[in-house]
């Protein structure tokens, strides 16, 4: 009887700590909302990021192209 109590009050202690974490979750979400000019930043640093790996991969596979005709030559 006394291992039942037990258990019962652990399930109800349980339940009040999810109760608050949900609440917790509930009040305070994770996103994050910018204002336009830091939105407008963030933009143009990702398309400048986009840009220069763009022109790398194209390096790199020009230097590929290279690569592979001079061992077809080879060959």
Known sequence: MNALLGVIFLLVILNI????????????????????????????????????LESEMNEDVSWLEGAVEEELKHL
Do not use: F, G, S
Request: aromatic share 8%; net charge positive; proline share 3%.
């Open 17 to 52: 700590v999810l109760l608050v974490l949900y609440l917790n979750a509930r009040n305070n979400p994770q996103y994050v909302v910018y204002d336009e000019e830091t939105k407008t930043r963030l933009k143009t640093r990702v398309l400048n990021i986009r840009e220069e």
